[in-house]
């Protein structure tokens, strides 16, 4: 099992911004394409982005294309998530996730998960 740890939700007014982290001590980090999934109160897992495990392409769902920015510093064994103009439908449990065979991971089926970091944007 890979141990991943978020960091960084909160309570935003709409329009603002939150950084998400997601940190593991694995060492073998840079083999995982890592990803983020969130999920609202009363509704499914919801897939938000991924990145490729060097980091050199990412993917976005629509809704949050231009809003949010994902990230990694393979160094630092860390991936990222920068949310800008966040709006109350944003507002969810944010879940870090690894895919230890794919290059590229879209959607939600990863193979590693963290326990999730809450995100509250009020209107």
């Known amino acids: 099992q890979v141990q991943l740890v978020e960091s960084g939700g909160g309570l935003v007014q709409a329009g603002g911004s939150l950084r998400l982290s997601c940190a593991t001590s694995?060492?073998?980090?840079?083999?995982?394409?890592m990803g983020w999934i969130r999920q609202a109160p009363g509704k499914e897992r919801e897939f938000v982005a991924a990145?490729?495990?060097?980091?050199?392409?990412?993917y976005y769902t629509n809704s949050v294309k231009g809003r949010f920015a994902i990230s990694r510093d393979n160094a630092k064994n860390t991936m990222y998530l920068q949310m800008n103009s966040l709006n109350p439908e944003d507002t969810a449990v944010y879940y870090c996730?690894?895919?230890?065979?794919?290059?590229?991971?879209?959607?939600?089926?990863?193979?590693?998960w963290g326990q999730g970091t809450q995100v509250t944007v009020s209107s």
């Open positions: 694995d060492r073998t980090f840079s083999t995982y394409a």
């Open positions: 996730a690894a895919d230890r065979t794919s290059s590229l991971r879209i959607g939600i089926g990863y193979d590693y």
């Open positions: 990145i490729s495990r060097s980091g050199d392409r990412t």
